[in-house]
């Protein structure tokens, strides 16, 4: 596999398999690892990033299920793939910089992917379709146990995992998904629900996580604490929490429909139209008109489209995804006009 | 011919057959004329009012323009019909009020239209597709002459033709061309011209005539002054003026489709897009929708409708014309629901 066949094989959250996918886009869980006897990423020597980069690499590549996978070294990538990378959920915004010595395997089907020398050493990720996070910690785990055979992870007694940052300190484990909660948001209950996530230890972040505004009415929603707790425990909690928001969103979305249908339907037709007419539109723009169309998806008042197209325009409509596309950098303007074009393009053929 | 077939039968200016009809949709020559021995409408009695009005029809539908004519008594139609009327250019607003005694004649295509008991006994109103000032005044001196032959005019050597309001005295005579200048609104330059047109002793009205704003990028641009000049030297000199603006627009659009290519058919594109999503529009909306959509399709952008379909939806749009069509009196919010759905259907078909 090369880093090209991403572009036309889209990952298993894109083909919205997953239970509940329509309000849940993607389970994420994701391990932090370090290998003993090495200092964390930031305060290694070239030399021994080198040497972890390696050995987690033979490590990896050994792993049954990454066997035909994807490893490149991030220093080698150009800025275009490295942001392409991002913007698939691959690997993190920090993962580009200093990218020496850093390297990145992604699975089959982009559910897999191991940043080596990032923060840890290892951060491993399995990103499933829906609501899915108990089989992702299921697979994640397995990956975990599997590496740990041949790899010699910092383990304490008294903490657990060692990390480069404490807050990851314990199980290493941060598990997350990702929401689309337009009915929350137009209804404005939104607010109270983010509330009441903080005080339950739960985080919510924008579409690219820490430090991101949420956009498009999506709402990355992931633990906190991973020191402390088990593992299944943590799982379970935030599997709980997230069932109840969705159960909110789906009566948001009921109480739309039967007090407000023609208004609702009149906002999703017209991002609809404007998806399928502009000529220049930005990302920003995108990804609002997107998130109706896939209410207007979901609520089964657009039917010329189903979720696999209206996920994919998310992704592909992306600067790197544009750029990889077109085969050439393009300008900002130059990006808001490609945009448009293959939007138009892809809903046309509806 | 009854009023409801004018629903049915588009006037010949929404055909667009006429010349420069791209940016002028219409010209128009109106004529005041009051019959000597009787006061003016208003100063008229009952009595006088009723005779003014059934002396004028007999002479009216005598005439050979007009034997097949509809004619109407304003006084028993409901206030939809009259309102319908006014959308349709063919009676001013003042004409819906007290209606008690008033009379509208209009004849095959809409081109001929004489107000009884206006504000003067008799308004008469030629209306022709494109820039045709000069044919639409013919057409309305064949009809002065024809009716000086039954009726007797109010006519003072001096002054010229006697009007109730003294602004029409002379001629009687006014000249307005309906013009689509959405390119000068855009570069900004619509200001300067409206201001040269003003001290050219025209005037720059809106959509509706005195007192309605410009709207949808329309301006009905009139002589001000009826007294101390030939009909024909008024008709010559608003002719030439307004050749001067079509020029100017004209190359206010080469210059935008020059520069801004993209952006302009991205504004184009995205207007005719909502006109065929929406699920409610308001007519603001519909207006400056449909003004970009005529340029689209003036320009070549858009080559799925033409101008007869567009100028039709500005007219059909309209409050009283959604009510007739739907048979029956709508709200406000039911107007918007039906309009959405009228555009729809009708772009739809393209």
Redesign the interface.
Known sequence: MTLDDLLNNTGEWIRCTGPACDIVMSSRVRLARNLANYPFSHWASKKEQETVLWTSKESILSLKKLKDSLFVEIGKLDSIDKQFLVERHLMSKEHMIDAENKGLSVGQDEVISIMINEEDHLRMQVMKSGFNLKEAWQIINDIDAELGNSLDFAYSMDFGYLTACPTNTGTGMRASVMLHLPSLVMTKQIGKVLQAITKLSLTARGLYGEGTEASGNFFQISNQVSLGHKEDDIIDNIDRIIKQIVDHEQSARETLLAQNR??L??RI??A???L??????TSTETIDLLSLARLGVDLGVIKQADRTLINELFVITQPAHLQKLEKKKLSPNQRD?KR?EIIREKLGKQ
């Open positions: 023609e208004a339907e009149d037709w017209r609809y139209g404007t399928k007419s502009a000529h220049i539109i006009v448009a």
